[in-house]
């Protein structure tokens, strides 16, 4: 699968419940008032699919056979015992299952950011934004990667398909060889999703993390964050706290703040400019 070549939507959107517990509220506050963006693993994500690729066994003997050599002289097997070692890890990984447990320790150092192109879709209301009595924050992302081609920072248009993405085994193996995790075959695997997902009209920002320590989180500034629309069931207490935050913010830079409504004869959200 090649990755989409669209080009990002002039804003994005994030669908968001208000939490109760003190550590999501501060992440929320912190996307709102900083442009903080939190960066998902693979197992936060609410599809057991998402991110697992199918295999394409497409390696030959050479090429498992230099990655095993590479591989055991990595991990400081003495010389006499790297031919033991080596033949004992190519046996593993001829075993079922050997690679998708590989690939799932891999992707621990990547994290996903996912917005929609879409603030009005009612289904993601419902499942994200605490059934109509949350928020969506709109991201004005597109011009901090205009001069840029490091994938690293694009965001990615999410594909939707009946089948699972396929990654080569061969193509995995050669990148480890050069010495790199290949941020594109994640970047493949982490924007296909099945197309019963499709009315999220997801894009993903895709990012690889060394540690814990920064959050995962991708700080932009609250420039980035041109407007939060309220949620037409939201509470009078939640939407207080909301325009407390945003108020807090440099005047210069300030999100607006826009009141959602259901619509009188249509089964969609309005906002009243």
């Known amino acids: 699968m090649e990755l989409s070549e669209d080009e990002p939507p002039g804003s994005l959107f994030k669908y968001r419940s208000i939490p109760k517990t003190p550590d999501e ?25 998402d991110c697992i690729p199918v295999w394409v066994h497409d390696a030959g003997k050479n090429v498992l056979r230099d990655w095993a050599d590479q591989q055991v002289t990595e991990r400081g097997f003495a010389k006499h015992k790297r031919s033991e070692e080596r033949d004992k890890l190519l046996n593993r990984a001829s075993q079922p299952g050997y690679w998708d447990r590989l ?8 994290g996903v950011f996912s917005a ?29 990667y205009q001069n840029t ?3 690293h920072h694009l965001p990615i248009k999410v594909t939707y398909s009946r089948n699972r993405v396929g990654l080569s085994v061969r193509a995995m193996l050669k990148r480890q060889q050069q010495g790199e995790v290949s941020l594109q075959q994640a970047a493949q695997a982490f924007a296909s999703k ?10 993903r920002l895709i990012r690889s993390f060394r540690n814990d320590l920064d959050g995962r989180t991708t700080h932009f500034g609250a420039h980035v964050v041109r407007s939060v629309i309220l949620g037409p069931l939201i509470t009078p207490e939640d939407e ?19 009141k959602s409504r259901l619509h009188e004869t249509e089964y969609r ?4 400019e």
């Open 103 to 110: 690939w799932r320790k891999m992707v621990q150092n990547f």
């Open 194 to 203: 099945s197309s019963d997902w499709d009315y999220e009209a997801e894009w």
């Open 25 to 49: 509220q501060e992440r929320l506050r912190k996307l709102i008032v900083e442009g903080a963006l939190y960066h998902a693993k693979q197992e936060q994500l609410n599809d057991p699919f």
């Open 269 to 272: 959200v309005v906002v009243d």
């Open 149 to 151: 081609s490091n994938i």
């Open 240 to 258: 207080e706290l909301i325009r407390g935050w945003v108020e807090g913010v440099d005047e210069a830079v300030r999100a607006r703040v826009r």
């Open 116 to 144: 929609s192109a879409a603030w009005d879709v009612a289904l993601m209301w419902a499942h994200y934004a605490d059934n109509f009595r949350g928020i969506c924050v709109e991201l004005a992302l597109k011009q901090n």
